[in-house]
C-alpha cells in the first residue's frame, strides 16, 4: 500500500512558481504517478501524470508549459514545479497513484490519494 504525503503549498503573488513534494512510501518504478487539483466550489481536475519511470508525462493544457512534474525513486518522491502561477491555479492540490499503467486524465483510474496541500495565488 502506497501512503502520500504533499507539501509545498502555499500563498504566492501571480507571477511566482512553487514546488510541490510528494512523499510516497513503497514507491517503485511500477508505479505511474499523477497530479489533481480541486478549487473552491469545482470537481477535482487533472494537472499532471508521469510514468514510473519518468521518462513519459502528460499535462493539462491549463498548465501547459508552465508545469512540470518529475519525480526522483531513489527518494520515493514526486514533484510539481509550477511556474507563471495565475488565480485561477488556486487549488488545493493532491498527489495520487495509477491503479495501472496509466498517465491520463481519468480520475477513476487512480486509487491512492494524499491529503492535499493549498495553493493560493493572489493577482
Known amino acids: 500500500q502506497v501512503q502520500l504525503v504533499e507539501s509545498g503549498g502555499g500563498l504566492v503573488q501571480a507571477g511566482n512558481s512553487l514546488r510541490l513534494s510528494c512523499a510516497a512510501s513503497?514507491?517503485?518504478?511500477?508505479?505511474?504517478m499523477a497530479w489533481f487539483r480541486q478549487a473552491p466550489g469545482k470537481g477535482r481536475e487533472f494537472v499532471a501524470a508521469i510514468s514510473g519511470s519518468g521518462y513519459l508525462t502528460n499535462y493539462a493544457d491549463s498548465v501547459k508549459g508552465r508545469f512540470t512534474t518529475s519525480r526522483d525513486n531513489a527518494k520515493n518522491t514526486v514533484y510539481l514545479q509550477m511556474n507563471s502561477l495565475k488565480p485561477e491555479d488556486t487549488a488545493v492540490y493532491y498527489c495520487?497513484?495509477?491503479?495501472?499503467?496509466?498517465?491520463?486524465?481519468?480520475?477513476?483510474?487512480?486509487?491512492?490519494w494524499g491529503q492535499g496541500t493549498q495553493v493560493t495565488v493572489s493577482s
Open positions: 495520487t497513484k495509477a491503479a495501472r499503467y496509466y498517465i491520463g486524465s481519468s480520475e477513476t483510474q487512480y486509487d491512492s
Open positions: 513503497g514507491l517503485t518504478k511500477t508505479h505511474d
